[in-house]
Nanobody, 125 residues
């Protein structure tokens, strides 16, 4: 049984930083992409960032490019999202996600196979 457990959310002021982590258990994702999505109140869940597990290729949403960095540790089966220069519009529940197959380039809400339970990120203005 695959489990994705997020941690690291919280309440921070505008311009501050947070680091989210995702620990995967139940299988290793050596040939699969993993990523982060977020959902703000009243809005649809949206793509944030993804990383190909084997070669480390990354992809970012335009809204976070240059501020967020996704990384992974194959040995520990974990993934992280370093978020810098946070803005109030980054406020959302952030979800760790994984696919059985595919690439970071093709990862989307519609083709995610596994979801974490989510962690709240709130950025105060």
């Amino acid at each position: 049984q695959v489990q994705l457990i997020e941690s690291g959310g919280g309440l921070v002021p505008t311009g501050d930083s947070l680091r989210l982590s995702c620990a995967a258990s139940g299988r290793t994702f050596t040939r699969s992409p993993m990523g982060w999505f977020r959902q703000a109140p009243g809005k649809e869940r949206e793509f944030v960032a993804a990383i190909s597990w084997m070669d480390g290729v990354t992809r970012y949403a335009d809204s976070v490019k240059g501020r967020f960095t996704i990384s992974r540790d194959n040995a520990k089966n974990t993934m992280s999202l370093e978020m810098n220069d946070l803005k109030p519009e980054d406020t959302a529940i952030y979800y760790c996600a994984a696919r059985n197959l595919g690439s970071a380039q093709g990862m989307d809400v519609a083709n995610v196979d596994y979801w974490g339970q989510g962690t709240q990120v709130t950025v105060s203005s």
